[in-house]
């Protein structure tokens, strides 16, 4: 029993979240280092550079240098098993981000120190401050032109209605850049270009100690010795309970691609976070030590493995301890089962495993039995965690393939990537799957959707953009959905549960078809 709660004790599962280009993938990749998960860091944007991130693991990420889908990856750190979710920082793959950090139990929000708060940021932010999940913040590429810390803090404070408690703070930036000074251990870390080895210099000394002054020079030097007396003097206190709530957030100066930095950070963070958090469930909150185990759906993947043409169930271990055999209860499903080859996962390498506890993600073999969300627990004590909604797209075009002697590998194509959740397809009631609607949140999942059909499924498709920028589910009617008095350019479909929906092209549509139908009611949410 010990060793049970020891295993839980020791893990940490985090998200990693930015707007595109802050830094994130690097970031994530130099952890993966100082863990001895990869021996050499990919070059993210380098586009001479053949390497790419370790973490972007589909081709059209390796091509285009960013990443489109959450990478799940885990390392070992010093006695801590460290989960890392490597989130998208592309708005248009958002949806993919909320639904991994519902697996996270803290953040860690990567800021570009040139353009501060993104919109991007903006919008991940609010997802944590929904799940109230303590959020640390990484201002990262020091070593290049940056703007003031003190407006950084500050907008970060206006723009997200967050504390700030730097933990250090830098000593100029660019190629001024001279390293941090870490305010509870007073000492200084310096910098050196060393082209990303492991090995940071630190030195302990006093703000007043004359060597510093050496070190820094006179004007850095009496710069800094202002900046620590008005931190001091006219900061939050650091109060760890309102870290834990996401109301104070402790901030880390470095560079991500030097690796300045991120060891300190690393180390920090895993003292300053706690083991697995409980989760909310239909019956109250699920205790992560109950030994009771249970887990839910937040990711499914096709055709990670091109060769096998196979499709992983990404699951979050709610509670208790996982073992390869075990017999498990899978509610949607009303059914037992024994969860095939669980696999822990390094991006798209992948390990068997026999056993997994509270924090972790595993991935199982899903033969199209899964949805995300759905709950996973042992026969004997049978819950439901809270769902994931499902957003309302904004764009949507007509798909069908080029080739009609394809049409099974084109249903099978497009029904497999809606079942992740990167797209939704409807259809017209009473139609096949020939011609269908796709649903997404942002424009550039077209362009993944087309070349994945392409890759994975040998499919050549036409598309047609559609001018509708509304769907509403159909949550009460009163008669037949064919029957609804409507405009002429709204259109009803069918979700692929077989749920009712309406299209509209503005939204004075929407109002026009609640006014003139009496019983109608319709949501922005799928709740089924």
């Known amino acids: 029993m010990a060793s049970y709660i020891d295993q839980i004790e020791k893990r940490r599962t985090f998200a990693i979240i930015s707007h595109p280009d802050a830094g994130k993938t690097t970031l994530t990749e130099k952890l993966l280092l100082y863990g001895g998960a990869i021996a050499l860091a990919g070059s993210v944007k380098g586009k001479k550079n053949a390497r790419h991130a370790v973490s972007d693991w589909m081709e059209i990420e390796k091509q285009r240098g960013i990443s489109v889908t959450s990478s799940v990856m885990q390392f070992n750190y010093k006695g801590n098993c460290i989960n890392i979710l490597d989130t998208p920082g592309h708005q248009d793959f958002s949806e993919d981000t909320y639904r991994t950090l519902m697996a996270a139990d803290s953040a860690v929000m990567v800021i570009d120190a040139s353009k501060g708060v993104e919109a991007q940021t903006r919008k991940l932010f609010k997802v944590c401050l929904l799940r109230d999940i303590p959020i640390f913040t990484f201002i990262n590429k020091m070593d290049r032109e940056a ?22 703070w830098p000593i100029g930036c660019g190629k001024e850049f001279k390293g941090v000074y870490d305010r509870r251990r007073r000492e200084i870390i310096s910098f050196t270009a060393n082209n990303g080895t492991r090995e940071v210099e630190k030195q302990e000394m006093e703000l007043n100690d004359p060597r510093l002054r050496e070190l820094i020079g006179e004007e850095l030097h009496n710069t800094l010795v202002d900046d620590v ?60 030590f109950d030994e009771h185990f249970s887990a839910f759906v937040f990711k499914i993947q096709a055709n990670m493995n091109k ?17 390869k055999d075990m017999e498990v209860y899978h509610m949607q499903g009303e059914k037992k089962m024994r969860l095939s080859q669980p696999q822990q996962l390094m991006a798209q390498d992948r390990e068997v495993i026999s056993e997994a506890y509270a924090g972790d993600i595993i991935g199982v073999f899903d033969p199209g039995i899964f949805s995300i969300g759905d709950t996973v627990t042992v026969p004997s004590k049978k819950f439901y965690f809270e769902g994931i909604p499902t957003f309302a797209p904004e764009h949507f075009a007509r798909v069908s393939t080029r080739d009609t002697m394809k049409r099974k590998q084109f249903v099978k194509g497009v029904t497999q990537i809606a079942q992740e959740g990167a797209i939704q397809i409807f259809q017209l009631p009473g139609a096949g799957m020939e011609e269908v609607i796709v649903g ?21 498709i036409k598309m047609e953009h559609l001018s509708y920028q509304y769907i509403r589910w159909i949550d009460a009617i009163e008669g037949e959905p064919s029957k609804l008095n409507l405009t002429s350019d709204t259109r009803v479909v069918q979700d692929f549960k077989g749920n009712f929906l309406l299209l509209f092209t503005n939204e004075w549509n929407i109002g026009w078809a609640l006014e003139k139908n009496k019983g109608l009611v319709l949501s922005e949410f799928n709740r089924s």
């Open 147 to 168: 703007r003031n810390p003190f407006d950084l803090m500050e907008e970060i404070e206006n723009e997200l209605g967050i504390g700030t408690y730097p933990i250090n």
């Open 229 to 288: 007396e008005l931190l001091d003097g006219a900061s939050y206190d650091f109060d760890m309970d309102k870290v834990r709530h996401g109301k104070l957030s402790p901030v880390f100066f470095g560079s991500a691609l030097t690796n300045f930095g991120v060891e300190p950070f690393l180390e920090d963070f895993l003292n300053m976070t706690t083991p697995p958090l409980p989760r909310k469930s239909d019956c109250g909150e699920i205790d992560p």
């Open 307 to 323: 060769a096998h043409r196979d499709r992983i169930a990404f699951m979050r271990i709610c509670s208790g301890r996982f073992d």
């Open 440 to 460: 997404v949140v942002g424009t550039l999942q077209f362009e993944v959707l087309e070349y994945r059909l392409k890759n994975e499924y040998n499919v050549e």
